[in-house]
């Protein structure tokens, strides 16, 4: 089984950024694609953005591309999201997740998912 948890949510003006991390166990990414998803009170869950289990291949929702970057570091086991120019917008609690397959965007192709990390960006 996989353990994921997210921290590094948080307050923060607009405008403002945010790094989430989400701590693996051990050779998960090694292994699997993971990604970000994101959701909102009364909203369903959004895709934000995935990464290949080689690094090789990024994924981002088109409404997000340019201002979060997703990346990993493989000997930490750790999956991170740099979030910048934040808005009210981006206000949700934010999850990680390893995916079935590589490449995959969608939430029914996840079999893991950590607890998220609440995002608040005042405006």
């Known amino acids: 089984q996989v353990r994921l948890v997210e921290a590094g949510g948080g307050l923060v003006q607009a405008g403002g950024s945010l790094r989430l991390s989400c701590a693996a166990s051990?050779?998960?990414?090694?292994?699997?694609?993971v990604g970000w998803f994101r959701q909102a009170p009364g909203k369903e869950r959004e895709f934000v953005a995935a990464?290949?289990?080689?690094?090789?291949?990024?994924y981002y929702a088109d409404s997000l591309k340019g201002r979060f970057t997703i990346s990993r570091d493989n000997a930490k086991n750790t999956l991170y999201l740099q979030m910048n120019s934040l808005t009210s917008e981006d206000t949700a609690v934010y999850y990680c997740?390893?995916?079935?397959?590589?490449?995959?965007?969608?939430?029914?192709?996840?079999?893991?998912w950590g607890q998220g990390t609440q995002v608040t960006v005042s405006s």
């Open positions: 997740a390893k995916a079935l397959e590589v490449g995959v965007t969608i939430a029914p192709q996840y079999d893991y």
């Open positions: 990464i290949d289990w080689n690094g090789q291949n990024t």
């Open positions: 051990e050779r998960t990414f090694s292994s699997s694609g």
